[in-house]
């Protein structure tokens, strides 16, 4: 297999897909390339569906310019999120536009068997709505809770307490798609870190997402911290010790979730403000109108969250911490967490921690998860195209 080629083809897909060249000439100055050469590479590009080409109209005499395109189009992802307590299955394009959803909710105590079925029912109704010509390139699932993501295992969510080593990536046989899986908080960092202007020049970054359950993600360059295992700062599950002996979802008690997670304090949140919407999303929008010393339970969980975070900052020291979740989107909360990072003793002698939020937006989840599974499907594809090109001549 001719690698340089395969090279030269990823390049060239590479700089039409970034804007940087639109035509063969463009391609032909950015690689140092004689035009016979970008014909040939351009031609099998098109013919394997990758790159168009149309005719653009041209004035003047001389022959018309033909723009090249990528067809995102080519192949589709799918991408299975968790929200709340609802899988919600994706159809991306490879401009890492969604281009059709669906959800689906199932019982708290559903078990491996029917999780597993109601995730391949998710993945084989969006494929079978694939507009013709979209070819299903990889299925990748973004998990909350516990992973062992070289054995494509789910191992624990507290979600959903009776799931127990759920085997997914290679349950599927009959999909025409490989199977991967993320952590979602790992996924969603690795978005804002592909995402330059989000984090600029820091290099270790702790994204800390409150809202349904409670978890972190920690950056240190381009690398998050465990992510092939799938297992890192489960501090929602942290011991409080409080000797409240309230129940977890996990099955422990008094963990830190059990005072300050959505599903734990839902009931004080609705018995004070009776027309508060319990999803994180609708919850993000609605929570500023609510004045924190009316809702004491409310209180009491900024205060574990605010030790917990500076806590998290002695044992990581981030350059910047990233709040995502619904609370963190009322202005006084986030006031509270800035100025409890700013005053902390050990953390205020430092180079100042910078603390912003993450908009509530599903994109960096969905750039994080499907990044590399397209850098690697492109691979694989040119790959092919090469080697056929190759038994062809
Ligand atoms: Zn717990």
Not at 30 to 52: K, Q, W
Not at 360 to 379: K, M, S, T, W, Y
Request: proline share 5%; with cysteine; aromatic share 4%.
């Amino acid at each position: 297999m001719d690698m340089h080629h395969v090279t030269d083809l990823l390049n060239i897909v590479d700089l039409i897909r970034s804007g940087k060249a639109r035509t063969r000439r463009d391609i032909g100055t950015a690689l140092s390339m004689r035009s016979t050469s970008v014909s040939e590479l351009v031609g099998t590009l098109t013919a394997g569906g990758l790159l168009t080409e149309t005719i653009v109209s041209s004035s003047g005499r001389g022959r018309p310019a033909a723009a090249l395109t990528f067809n995102a189009q080519r192949f589709g992802a799918i991408l299975i999120s968790v929200v709340d307590l609802t899988l919600v299955a994706r159809t991306i394009d490879m401009d890492f536009h969604i281009r059709d959803e669906i959800v689906a909710t199932p019982p708290e105590d559903v078990g491996n068997e029917q999780m597993a079925a109601t995730i391949h029912d998710l993945v084989t109704t969006l494929m079978a709505r694939f507009p013709a010509g979209v070819e299903p390139g990889v299925v990748v699932l973004s998990l909350a809770g516990l992973l062992d993501v070289a054995q494509g295992v789910w191992c624990v969510s507290s979600r959903w307490p009776n799931l127990c080593n759920l085997e997914l990536e290679h349950a599927f046989p009959d999909l025409q798609a490989p199977v991967h899986m993320i952590r979602n908080l790992d996924a969603e960092l690795l978005g804002l870190r592909l995402d330059r202007q989000a984090t600029t020049d820091e290099s270790n970054i702790l994204l800390l997402h409150w809202g349904y359950g409670i978890g972190a993600a920690y950056a240190n360059g381009d690398t998050v911290v465990n992510r092939m295992t799938g297992r890192f700062c489960e501090i929602g599950h942290w011991s409080l010790g409080n000797s409240r002996g309230r129940a977890c979802t996990c099955g422990n008690t008094d963990c830190l979730e059990t005072v300050a997670a959505l599903w734990a304090i839902s009931p004080a949140l609705q018995t004070t403000c009776p027309d508060l919407p319990l999803t994180e999303k609708a919850l993000a929008a609605e929570l500023r109108r609510v004045d924190l010393p009316e809702v004491p339970a409310l209180e009491e969980a900024v205060t574990q969250m605010l030790l917990l975070t500076t806590n998290l900052c002695r044992l990581l020291f981030p350059e910047r911490i990233i709040l995502t979740g619904p609370f963190v989107q009322h202005p006084e909360i986030f006031r509270r967490f800035v100025e409890a990072i700013a005053s902390a003793p050990l953390l205020k002698s430092l180079d100042r921690i910078r603390v912003s939020v993450s908009e509530f937006v599903p994109r960096d989840e969905i750039n994080g998860a499907l990044h590399q599974p397209f850098e690697d499907l492109l691979l694989r594809h040119v790959t092919h195209l090469q080697h056929s090109t190759a038994v062809d001549a």
